[in-house]
């Protein structure tokens, strides 16, 4: 009995140091063997080359520690994870075959890679890699863009939006949602734009595919919702106030001044009195040139009225301003020199007096004294031929009809009836006459 109890405990015995000697856990190759493996192999950088890079690293930018190179880019994390899928012992249990995959997470993108790893137990009890075979590799995707990155990639796109040209980079982006295919590599990107083109504002939803190889590139671009209307400033409406607020904008530039009866006027030196234009459509322009308007102004004491003919250009900034200018028709409706002036003509005493009419004509009465030859004689005048020169500015009298003709003719030379005179508002003369206002 003695005898069977031994040889049953050494049975037992037997069979459990074969359980812990045979394909157990503790005597497979370990995650940890099949890393080291790898190392070995170069498929895994350990640390200590890592280390030795950094030193490398650093020595190199001591040495450019002077030097205009900008900033070094920053290194890319990489995480690294061994798997063991299967592990097979042989009958002695002194050889293993295993079956591991290497994940290799850099960036968005995670690449497996298997291996096939054959083992040999040492005498010291420890694997010892035989031969390191590598077998598939596939990669896919563990995360996708950032919004951030979404929105700059965004921004650096085009987009054609009902027929119109819209440039990211003119648009506020927001960032909808991200749909992640690993298999694919692709995160397709939904993100709602608003923004400017031209003459219009814009808002559209679009959907875009970023594939990932090296670095996040489009591959898809649709449009799935848009809007767009005209800027709330592209109505045209040109009231007397604004049409005064463009021509002061416009006239601040020397370059843009009147010629008016000889003299060229800075339209900053104009005010404006009367506008009458009308409203107009732009009909999806960015210039356009209004019908003519009936403009009313002033400079120095002399009133005008002229039809401008205006071509405006329009901004998403500015709305419309005045891009070119040009006039016809313009006249006097006033000058400072209404009323009357007296004095000589020569040694005999001489009286004009101006009248303004309605429709913007110029009359009055000439009443003078001539030698006894000549005597007392007066006309109704015209005044007419405007025009500024460099004594100030210069009318011509034409005789209309004769009140009291003179005793001498023209023709006698002795008086000119029709002649100029030049004037700055409170004096009129010429050569023989010199006139003031009363």
């Known amino acids: 009995?003695?005898?069977?109890?031994?040889?049953?405990?050494?049975?037992?015995?037997?069979?459990?140091?074969?359980?812990?000697?045979?394909?157990?856990k503790v005597a497979e190759p370990?995650?940890?063997?099949?890393?080291?493996?790898?190392?070995?192999?170069?498929y895994i950088k350990d640390d200590k080359d890592d280390d030795d890079d950094d030193d490398d690293a650093a020595s190199e930018d001591a040495d450019s520690e002077n030097s205009d190179s900008g900033d070094v880019?920053?290194?890319?994390?990489?995480?690294?994870?061994?798997?063991?899928?299967?592990?097979?012992?042989?009958?002695?249990?002194?050889?293993?075959?295993?079956?591991?995959?290497?994940?290799?997470?850099?960036?968005?993108?995670?690449?497996?890679?298997?291996?096939?790893?054959?083992?040999?137990?040492?005498?010291?009890?420890k694997w010892k890699p035989k031969s390191v075979d590598k077998e598939s590799t596939t990669q896919k995707l563990v995360s996708g863009t950032t919004d951030e990155e979404a929105e700059k990639l965004i921004k650096n796109m085009s987009y054609n939006v009902d027929d119109l040209y819209v440039s990211g980079s003119d648009c506020e982006v927001k960032i909808d949602k991200h749909e992640l295919n690993e298999e694919n590599m692709t995160d397709v990107v939904t993100a709602t734009l608003k923004g400017e083109s031209g003459i219009k504002k814009v808002e559209f939803e679009t959907e875009i595919t970023f594939k990932h190889a090296g670095n996040w590139y489009m591959e898809e671009k649709k449009i799935t919702k848009s809007s767009s209307s005209y800027a709330d400033n592209y109505k045209f409406e040109m009231?007397?106030?604004?049409?005064?607020?463009?021509?002061?904008?416009?006239?601040?530039?020397?370059?843009?001044?009147?010629?008016?009866?000889?003299?060229?006027?800075?339209?900053?030196?104009?005010?404006?009195?009367?506008?009458?234009?009308?409203?107009?459509?732009?009909?999806?322009?960015?210039?356009?040139?209004?019908?003519?308007a009936d403009i009313g102004f002033e400079y120095d004491n002399f009133k005008f009225t002229a039809k401008?003919?205006?071509?405006?250009?329009?901004?998403?900034?500015?709305?419309?301003?005045?891009?070119?200018?040009?006039?016809?028709?313009?006249?006097?409706?006033?000058?400072?020199?209404?009323?009357?002036?007296?004095?000589?003509?020569?040694?005999?005493?001489?009286?004009?007096?101006i009248t303004a009419n309605s429709?913007?004509?110029?009359?009055?009465?000439?009443?003078?004294?001539?030698?006894?030859?000549?005597?007392?004689?007066?006309?109704?005048?015209?005044?007419?031929?405007?025009?500024?020169?460099?004594?100030?500015?210069?009318?011509?009298?034409?005789?209309?009809?004769?009140?009291?003709?003179?005793n001498k003719s023209y023709g006698d030379g002795l008086i000119r009836y029709n002649f100029y005179l030049y004037g700055n508002g409170d004096e009129l003369k010429n050569d023989n006459i010199s006139l003031k206002k009363e």
Request: charged share 30%; net charge negative.
């Open 1 to 24: 009995m003695k005898k069977y109890k031994l040889l049953l405990f050494t049975l037992v015995s037997v069979l459990v140091m074969g359980l812990f000697v045979g394909c157990g």
């Open 73 to 125: 880019a920053p290194k890319k994390e990489v995480k690294t994870e061994v798997k063991i899928n299967k592990c097979r012992l042989n009958d002695d249990k002194d050889k293993a075959t295993v079956k591991a995959s290497l994940f290799v997470t850099e960036g968005p993108v995670e690449t497996e890679t298997e291996f096939d790893i054959s083992f040999r137990l040492t005498d010291s009890k």
């Open 30 to 42: 370990t995650e940890a063997d099949v890393r080291e493996a790898l190392e070995d192999e170069g």
């Open 359 to 406: 429709d913007g004509t110029f009359t009055g009465k000439v009443t003078g004294k001539g030698e006894e030859s000549v005597g007392d004689y007066s006309f109704t005048a015209s005044f007419e031929s405007f025009r500024f020169v460099e004594e100030g500015f210069r009318m011509y009298v034409r005789v209309n009809d004769w009140i009291q003709e003179p």
């Open 239 to 292: 009231t007397k106030d604004s049409f005064i607020a463009q021509i002061k904008k416009f006239g601040s530039d020397p370059d843009n001044a009147l010629y008016i009866y000889g003299k060229s006027i800075p339209l900053s030196d104009i005010t404006i009195t009367d506008y009458s234009g009308s409203a107009a459509d732009p009909k999806g322009q960015t210039y356009f040139t209004a019908e003519p």
């Open 308 to 353: 401008f003919t205006v071509r405006y250009r329009y901004t998403l900034e500015d709305g419309w301003s005045i891009s070119s200018l040009s006039y016809s028709e313009a006249k006097f409706t006033s000058i400072p020199f209404v009323g009357k002036f007296t004095g000589k003509n020569g040694e005999y005493p001489l009286s004009v007096e």
